[in-house]
Every structure is written in C-alpha cells, then in structure tokens.
C-alpha cells in the first residue's frame, strides 16, 4: 500500500496524469511541405491525450498544406511522428517553433518522408511513480 495516492503525487508536483496543455505559449510549430516555404502550423489550444495532440496536429498539417499526412505518438517512447507519404518532404525548423519542446522536438529536422522528435515528450507520470515508488521501498 502506498503512503500516498497517485493523485495525491501528481497534484503535489502539480502534473497534470496524462495530457498535453496547448496554449498561446506553445501552440505554433513550424513546417516546410516538399521544400517550400516554412509555414506556421497553429495547433488549437487545449488539453489533449497523446494521440489527440497526434490527430489535432494532423488536421492542421493536411488542412494548412492541402495533403493528407500521418501523425502518430508512440505512448512507449512518448514521441510523435509525422509521415507525408512516399514521394513527399517533412522538414521541421526549430527557430519559431514554441510547440516543439511541447512535441519533443530539439532541433531542426532536415526534409524526409517523416520526422520523430527528438526526446520524449508528455506525460512524466511513470516517471514521478518510479520515484515515489523507489522513495516509499526505502522508507
């Protein structure tokens, strides 16, 4: 039995379980379509699960360049990537980018198929129980 809750860690380090936070802060991110110029790509703000920041941002790409892509996050990596199909460029440009930390992203990412972030990004909540677990085994 745990001293305390999950929920009670996660308020006390003021996480919140399991969701990205979107806002003007951090709600641009900056991409270039098959070479072309590098365009803001506005990610309505909210709070969002993994894989609902995954298909809000896809909605934005295929909307803002008129194509169908694929964005995906991995819940065991924690990173999110974006495909835009056999023949097409993704580049990513960290300068500009206030959702890329947000994402995972940490550096520019030259024109591909797909890019993957560079870190994990998201919920830290295994993480915060691993401690709060390994500190109650030493208690």
Known sequence: MSIVSDDEILNFVDITKG?????????????????????????????????????????????????????????????????????????????GSDAGLLLGFTKDHSASQSITSDEPAGDPTSIVMNIRNAVEDWI
């Open 19 to 95: 969701y990205f936070v979107v806002n003007a802060a951090n709600d641009v991110i900056v991409l270039s379509y098959d070479g072309g110029d590098a365009t803001n790509i506005d990610i309505p703000d909210g709070t969002y699960e993994g894989n609902e920041l995954a298909s809000a941002l896809k909605t934005q790409i295929d909307n803002t360049f008129s194509i169908s892509s694929s964005v995906s996050y991995n819940t065991n990596t924690r990173k999110f990537t974006i495909d835009v199909g056999a023949g097409h460029t993704i580049a990513y440009t960290h300068t």
